[in-house]
C-alpha cells in the first residue's frame, strides 16, 4: 500500500529496452535507501514496481508489457524525473489516502492556470472511468494524492500549492502531457457496487 504522499523525485540514469520490457534504473534519494531490499515495491508516478537490483544509490526495476502500455513510464527517457514513494508501513502515518499503486488509465492534461501561489490543472481521461470522478474526491496522479476541485464530464481539475509542485515531476508537466491516474479505491468499490445492486433490481 503506498499513501500518496511522494518521498521525493529520482532520476532516471539508465533504460534497457527489451522484447516486451524495459529495464529501468534510477538514483534514489539517500534518504529513501535505507532499509531497501530486492523486491521491495517502490511506487514510480503512482505505478507499483519491484526492486530488481541495487548498487550503491542505482536502484533498477523492471517493467512489462502490461506496464509499458498502461502508464507514462514506457515513454521515459534517461535523465526523465519520476515521483518515487516506498511502500507504507504498519503504523505509518496515511497522510494522502491509501493507494495500491495499480494505475488505471492515463489523463491528458488540457489546460494549466498558474497564478501567484497557486496552479490549478484540468485533465481528461476516457470516458469509462468518469463515473468515478466527483467533487472534493480524491484521486491519485502520478502518484500524488489529490483532491478533485470541480468535475466536467470525464474532465477534472486539481489545485496544487507551490510545495506539491516543487516537490514532484507535476510541477514540469504541459499540455498534452499524460499522468497516470489511480481511481480512489473506495470510491471505485461503493460506485461498483450500486451499479449492480441497481443493474438487479432493473
Not at 43 to 72: K, Q, Y
Not at 87 to 111: K, N, Q, W, Y
Not at 144 to 158: A, K, M, P
Request: charged share 20%; proline share 3%.
Amino acid at each position: 500500500m503506498f499513501t500518496g504522499i511522494v518521498q521525493g523525485m529520482a532520476r532516471v540514469v539508465a533504460i534497457e529496452r527489451l522484447e516486451g520490457l524495459n529495464r529501468h534504473v534510477i538514483d534514489m534519494p539517500p534518504a529513501m535507501l535505507e532499509g531497501l531490499a530486492h523486491g521491495a515495491s517502490v511506487a514510480h508516478n503512482g505505478c507499483c514496481l519491484s526492486v530488481t537490483s541495487i548498487e550503491g544509490s542505482r536502484v533498477g526495476f523492471d517493467l512489462m508489457r502490461e506496464t509499458l502500455a498502461l502508464t507514462n513510464l514506457g515513454a521515459l527517457e534517461v535523465n526523465d524525473y519520476v515521483n518515487v514513494e516506498r511502500a507504507a508501513r504498519l503504523g505509518d502515518e496515511v497522510g494522502g489516502h491509501a493507494m495500491s499503486g495499480h494505475v488505471m488509465c492515463m489523463a491528458t492534461l488540457i489546460t494549466r492556470e498558474d497564478a501567484p501561489n497557486n496552479c490549478r490543472l484540468w485533465f481528461e481521461l476516457p470516458q469509462q472511468w468518469a463515473r468515478f470522478l466527483f467533487d472534493k474526491g480524491y484521486i491519485g496522479v502520478d502518484g500524488i494524492s489529490l483532491t478533485i476541485g470541480e468535475v466536467q464530464d470525464n474532465r477534472f481539475c486539481v489545485n496544487l500549492i507551490p510545495d506539491t509542485l516543487a516537490r514532484t515531476v507535476i510541477g514540469t508537466r504541459e499540455i498534452g502531457d499524460g499522468v497516470n491516474i489511480e481511481i480512489d479505491p473506495q470510491t471505485q468499490t461503493i460506485v461498483e457496487t450500486v451499479e449492480r445492486v441497481l443493474a438487479a433490481r432493473a
